[in-house]
């Protein structure tokens, strides 16, 4: 009995200083809206494996929901949050409204995964996200180039990972990054 209790105690301080060093990540502290316009950040995702995708709803790759939505939930327990951020940067194929951005999504693909306001991945007016995301002190800088670029951030909110669009989220490649970075501690 001892041991047990000794050994929970052990755990949850354990899981609270990972989740305490995940909440100084830069990444976490930025701010953000929701896709209903609610402030917010992915401060409450500290701890997680994200998949942060820009995403877009007229798109060759559009189809990429129906496999990003089955990575959320194949997942989503043992913690990985896939999250949209949708970007009419690359041949307007993001021309709708928040509201109407939701509706394709859940409608269309039954996206369950959180997706948040529809933000500028480059340019002049490129979200501070994505600034820390393909900045000069990122690990893999340069600019996104298209719609469903992704990025996979560990636990800790370092960026591990960059996948152009061109990588399937069902990838051999994304899924292998997935399962060891849900597997790191």
Sequence with gaps: MHFTRSLLTTTLSLLMTIISLAEDSPLYNIPLRNIDGQPTSLKSYAGKTLLIVNVASNCGFTSQYTALEAL???YHDQGLVVI???CNDFGAQEPGSNAEIKEFCTSKYSVTFPLFDKIHVKGAD???LYASLTGPQSPTPGPVKWNFSKFLIGRHGEIIARYDSNVAPDSPELAK???SALAAK
């Design 126 to 128: 490129q979200h501070p």
């Design 72 to 74: 959320s939930r194949k």
């Design 177 to 179: 990054a997935i399962d």
């Design 84 to 86: 949209g951020f949708p």
